[in-house]
């Protein structure tokens, strides 16, 4: 079993940033983002790896960067630029599987107002 424990989100302006932090119980390789916006499905935001590959969906590549702290089993968001379509729950996930991640945070609530 795995813990994650987010952190991070808030209420924003419109181009302004935010930086996400989720800790993991145990090392893993992969761990990353999801967010599900109100009414919307949950989508993947980015996903990273131990070893440093790092994927992103298309509405956040060159606004948002994902980074991890290996020894702190740690992996941060950090989000520029943001958009009011940016408001969403963003979970943490760790281990992917071919059903999808197998662990995720509590969710942490990002609102980005116009």
């Known amino acids: 079993q795995v813990q994650l424990v987010e952190s991070g989100g808030g209420l924003v302006q419109a181009g302004g940033s935010l930086r996400l932090s989720c800790a993991a119980s145990r090392s893993i390789n992969v761990m990353g983002w999801y967010r599900q916006a109100p009414g919307k499905q949950r989508e993947l935001v980015a996903t990273s790896t131990s070893g440093g590959s790092a994927n992103y969906a298309d509405s956040v590549k060159g606004r948002y960067t994902i980074s991890r702290d290996n020894a702190k089993n740690t992996v941060y968001l950090q989000m520029n630029s943001l958009k009011p379509e940016d408001t969403a729950v963003y979970y943490c996930?760790?281990?992917?599987?071919?059903?999808?991640?197998?662990?995720w945070g509590q969710g942490t609530r990002v609102t980005v107002s116009s």
């Open positions: 996930i760790a281990g992917i599987s071919i059903t999808g991640p197998s662990y």
